[in-house]
């Protein structure tokens, strides 16, 4: 039998492997599997090994050896991730800017009581704070509810307001790593807050959201829209009891995971609905299309004889009228089954998806009945047993971006502090805003960005130097560079060889080699060479330089305007400032 | 007797009005003590009355009221502040890729067991999370122990990086928050990994120091340099037997907080050291200079006869011939009193002030006798006690910048992971970084940007329409615009007033004003008014346009390159590209 210290050796080992490739996109399910078998095996093993030496009894603590790794549902991203991330973050930061955006950052934690009673079922999904005497405190779970507290201590000053944050919130959900599910994610959000006129700040968000979605490589997407208002209407007239709408509203926002045999099921033997009433509510919900349909649904007396239908249809024409000014109507479509699970929205709600973000398996337009419908299982009591982790090929990433109007947010949190409905009704900020899922946009873009390069800098030049290293001329030509915006390195080597130079710089992409020498200081130039990649068969391969293998002689004072003229250069900045 | 329900009024209105207050730098503190007491009175006054109603003995629980307000020692930063943080961190992300770094993103909170043993007595400011059944996380305290854990998980990979992060960190400690002394605050860091040539990487991170203090508006600013090798020579030649040289070196430490007298009696009284002992140790460590006072030390035999100090000192000798080549020699202080609190540095240490950073009523030169040194009273025990918060009028902003050599820490982590210690010494990674306190900066510069302006977006053009408010006609104008890169808004109302139009692209100082009317859009044209502001008594005050009231009328095609080619829009770029 291997020993307990070879053995924990292995898990460890094996423990790496597993988490390196659950964080892969392009990993097989089928090859995951395995190494998750072997890593069952081994944590098994352990277990005996450790009771056979004793080592169990005393818990093993004094020896038990530190686990090298991130918190369960957080990863780490390294320079090649981050180099595209930051490329994301940028385009979407642009485009909050762009939309008249201003930036609005709140702490990580929040008093555990403003948190309290926003987030329904999903409640316990908050991380606590330890109580470390003073307040009880609690990870964000989304931006929204602290830019609602945000609203509501600074009033008056902020009532009309169009704010972006992006920053990490965190669920102690069963993290799915590879589809961009994790417990600490990242979300830009963008929200208009303060009474304007009806639908216009709607049909901004509807705008922003296509804006961002077209320039970052994530394919073909589409808007689903709904109306919280028609929504209730339906409800209303199908004959659904008023306490019972938000049930049923949760029931129909599963459809886009389950299939329609199963969420009547939920409605009728679970939640007590009338098999007719969910019937009736089975036409409406299936509904999908443009301004057409709502031409259809205005035609019908039923519907628009309830208020709230009647409302809400008549806020979406008014935003497909927008929505056309805009220029985005082929992006949106109108799909009565979208319901969002959150309790705050009051009006128009909304969730853009791609092709990619549904799961593998699953056509949720397809009527299968329920014991064939692979939704994934959860089970949040054991969030925290490794073995019980969803199976992460049944998984889409899910919607992108998602939100809605959500008019009594701020108001409710006036109440709750001043004790007093009517001073709260009155200060009341109505909202409507977006969240962009930054994590499952990079789990889409990621697997095509790695074939476009290795870049993990923005560095344009390496500095180098043949012969006796000339490591404080180096030194010198790098800050004069520097200073003048350019941005460049060089190697930390005292006389380090040409070749490993080049290599170096090759390593990063660098576009541009400059090479002193001493005649090149004592005359006041430098040799500059230009290094270019191409893709061969989807690998990047470096070209090799074509003409004087030595590269071009440039005047020193006259380098950084060289470099700056270059087309590739140019390229560069074109993309760096998206 | 006031009714307790407006006693709980009063209590929220003075909550707030001490939290601003308490946020903006430029409040006096005598008038900040003024707000506290009459808080402190209130606390108590619905004590009495919670009382006396006999709320206070079933705690009050339902009828309690939540308190609008972020956690202790946050605070949110709005879209002025952001403004201003915002072009901080442009400012320094920009340094650090032109100095060819490459970003890392860890998780906000680890495993317990990587932070344990890493910060001395100043663990107990760990945050830490409820434990929700699952592991033992808690937030982390620097950027500098994730890094290691990454380095040491990534191993073989990354021995040789240049890496920068930035992000918040976490510590329970007591809040001083109009000096960006937080609970929840912000660093930037940059570090270098791996072996390279003696003293290159870092020079390169003091260059980067000065890179980054000199683009931003600090002031004059020094950076102090010490070296950890020629600490622990100083402590073995002066007698200080080698288990004391730890907490011999934190006293030393304090010595920018208080004087010598006070060092020298936690020395001899407080940890035991011999009277003479501490003398010898107070000759060496009031010593401050540039290269010329490396060569008094060199010709110091006591010293030099000490392995580790001539190490040292060989080192700081290289590291002044690089600064030299990088030009940044007079920005550097050779300063024998600099320590560094935290355990994990190896060779050189430094720290970057400012005259602003000293606290206002102590000159750290000053021989004062110990009762008359009003160093700041940590009372950590109660920090959850709002009375018990410290004298923020007597406490400076502290060092902005500051780091070190840590060459062992990736090798602990790595030995305290494997259990082969050996092993941990082979694949140990050198490293040495810098933080740089981004609350503390923004701290000294928000004062002074406050007075430029009153900006809190980007936006460059505001669409504008008169008469019957040609609503979808902005909406068109506006995407066209957007689309074709410029950041622009418009007022979300139906038929706007011309003047409240123009009152709201003002509010955010918003330079060209567009105006669209019938004829202009049938006829292709707009007419676009530049909107001028000045600075008059420190007062920023817009311009009567001059000439034409009307403003300029642009052919609406030309519309985009006429705004990219004005010298305002140029300006503009400059600024936020940095």
New interface residues.
Partial sequence: MASL?SL??DL?KQN?LYNELRQKPDTEPAALEEVKKTLVELKKAVGQAQKASGDAGKEGKK?E????????G??????AE??C??HIERIVKNCF???????????????K??LTDKYGEDAKLI?????????Q?A?RYDHTVPLA??L???GGN?TQ???WQVG?V?R?DNPVMSKGRMR?FSQADFD?SGT??PM??D??II?LVC?ILSKLDVGEFTIKMNNRKILDGIFAVCGVPPEKIRTISSAVDKLDKSPWAEVKKEMTEEKGLDSASADKIGEYVKLKGGPELLETLLKDSTLTSNASAKEGLGEMELLF??L????VLDKVLFDMSLARGLDYYTGIIYEAVVQESAPPAFNANAEAPSSSAPAPKKKSKK??EEEDEIDESKVGVGSIAAGGRYDGLVGS??A????DPKKAAKAAIPCVGVSIGLDRIFALVWPKWQKQGKR????MVYVMAAGDGL???R??LV?EL??A?????FL???KPKLTAQFAAGERDEVPFAVILGESEIREGYVMVKEQKWEMVNGEKVKLKSEGDEKGTKVNRVELVNWLKATSTWKEWEAFS?V
């Fill in positions: 210290e924990q050796q460890q790496d020896k050896r530190m686990l090298l790794k991130t918190a369960k957080t990863r780490d991203y390294g320079p981050m180099f991330r930051e800017t762009t939309y008249g955006g201003a930036c609005l950052d709140t702490p990580v934690f929040e008093r009581d403003v991380f606590d704070l330890m109580d470390q005497g003073g307040e405190l990870l507290r945000y509501a201590m600074t902020n307001s169009k704010i990490k965190y102690r600490e208009i304007w006129d216009i700040p049909a901004e705008s804006t009228k927008f056309g000014a805009y220029g969030a925290d949190l006036i709750a502090s001043s004790g993990v800098n923005e560095t490591l404080e001329e030194m010198k800050k520097r200073d915006g350019v941005k460049c390195d930390a080597k005292k400032q």
